[in-house]
């Protein structure tokens, strides 16, 4: 079981950001490498041990959990399409309610 994400790249909620995982520590710990953040921050690569709950819940039971891809390629692909703007204005995503009579 912990083999299965030896190699994947994630993203993580902040304080984090993303990177890979490098190895299998034990059955509930990785040892995961950071990358620089995604959005272009200056920041060294460091390596760290995190649990494998942490990763899945979040920290203290916060539902904030990892994603994670095959490649940094498909990392990138997925932050683009989160962060970047359309260049029409008029695509931009927006509520739309159900209701009837709602603005």
């Known amino acids: ?20 995982i490098e190895a299998a520590v034990d059955d509930a710990h990785y040892l995961v490498r950071y990358d620089a953040y995604p959005n272009g921050r200056d ?5 760290a041990v995190v649990m494998l709950s942490e990763m899945l819940t979040g920290r203290d039971g916060e539902r904030l959990h990892w994603l994670f891809f095959d490649s940094a390629e498909h990392r990138s692909k997925y932050w683009a399409w989160v962060t970047e703007l359309p260049d029409n204005p008029r695509e931009k995503p927006r509520v739309v309610s159900i209701r009837e009579g709602s603005p």
Do not use: H, N, R, S
């Not at 920041?43 to 390596?47: H, I, K, R, T, V």
């Open 43 to 47: 920041a060294p690569e460091a390596l």
């Open 1 to 20: 079981m912990t083999a299965i994400l030896i190699g994947k790249y994630f993203l993580a909620p902040p304080p984090y950001a993303a990177g890979v």
